[in-house]
């Protein structure tokens, strides 16, 4: 500070040195961090954090208030730092899209979910342990006076990821319409074509 002129002294990027201001007045803000809490959340509602640990969402452009996992939304300062203006408009945009979901007396499911086959299911439980979506439960049942396990699929968690099939060593759960001999079939199409 000259006598009473404020001088700032910035690096500017595109110029690739520093430069000099000499601003009226200079307003400082408080920072803003995220919330400890957020990690927790993180893991609960199986979204993900950018590396400041904010909340990440969906698609920055096509979908900027969603988060990956279906019917979750953010706006404010769980996203980011941002100003009033820009956190009440990110909030409405939140509002309209849960009300989207709201309106509607029904949802229509996943169509790609993973189905368990009864007769090859031996209750095992790898697939329980993989599931990302924690969509597969192991339970037990009665049968004939034995006690018997099987995985049971919650659809409306399931993704159809496939991490369940992958590690299924009977085949008893299997993703509708992606079973082992469709895939089977796709690779060797693949190779023949590419060969």
Same mark, same amino acid.
């Given at each position: !500070?000259?006598?009473?002129?404020?001088?700032? $002294?910035?690096?500017?990027?595109?110029?690739?040195?520093?430069?000099?201001?000499?601003?009226?007045?200079?307003?400082?803000? @408080?920072?803003?961090?995220?919330?400890?809490?957020?990690?927790?959340?993180?893991?609960?509602?199986?979204? +993900?954090?950018?590396? #400041?640990?904010?909340?990440?969402?969906?698609?920055?452009?096509? $979908?900027? %208030?969603?988060?990956? +996992? #279906?019917?979750?939304?953010?706006?404010?300062?769980?996203?980011?730092?941002?100003?009033?203006?820009?956190?009440?408009?990110?909030?409405?945009?939140?509002?309209? $899209? @849960?009300?989207?979901?709201?309106?509607?007396?029904?949802?229509?499911?996943?169509?790609?979910?993973?189905? %368990?086959?009864?007769?090859?299911?031996?209750?095992?439980?790898?697939?329980?342990?993989?599931?990302?979506?924690?969509?597969?439960?192991?339970?037990?049942? !009665?049968?004939?006076?034995?006690?018997?396990? !099987?995985?049971?699929?919650?659809?409306?968690?399931?993704?159809?990821?496939?991490?369940? !099939?992958?590690?299924?060593?009977? $085949?008893?759960?299997?993703?509708?319409?992606?079973?082992?001999?469709?895939?089977?079939?796709?690779?060797?199409?693949?190779?023949?074509?590419?060969?």
């Amino acid at each position: !500070m000259e006598g009473e002129q404020i001088t700032v $002294r910035v690096y500017e990027p595109s110029l690739g040195e520093y430069i000099e201001l000499n601003p009226d007045f200079l307003v400082l803000s @408080a920072a803003i961090v995220p919330n400890p809490d957020n990690e927790k959340l993180a893991q609960i509602f199986k979204i +993900s954090l950018t590396q #400041d640990k904010f909340f990440l969402e969906a698609h920055m452009k096509l $979908r900027p %208030v969603d988060f990956s +996992s #279906d019917g979750l939304f953010m706006c404010g300062l769980a996203h980011g730092p941002k100003f009033i203006p820009e956190s009440i408009v990110q909030g409405q945009a939140a509002a309209s $899209r @849960a009300a989207t979901i709201l309106s509607k007396s029904k949802l229509q499911g996943e169509a790609i979910i993973a189905e %368990v086959f009864e007769e090859n299911c031996d209750g095992c439980g790898y697939c329980v342990g993989v599931c990302p979506f924690m969509a597969i439960k192991l339970f037990e049942y !009665m049968y004939q006076g034995e006690v018997k396990k !099987m995985v049971e699929v919650n659809e409306s968690l399931c993704k159809g990821c496939g991490c369940c !099939m992958a590690t299924c060593p009977k $085949r008893g759960i299997m993703v509708k319409n992606f079973d082992l001999d469709i895939l089977s079939a796709m690779i060797e199409t693949a190779l023949l074509s590419s060969g």
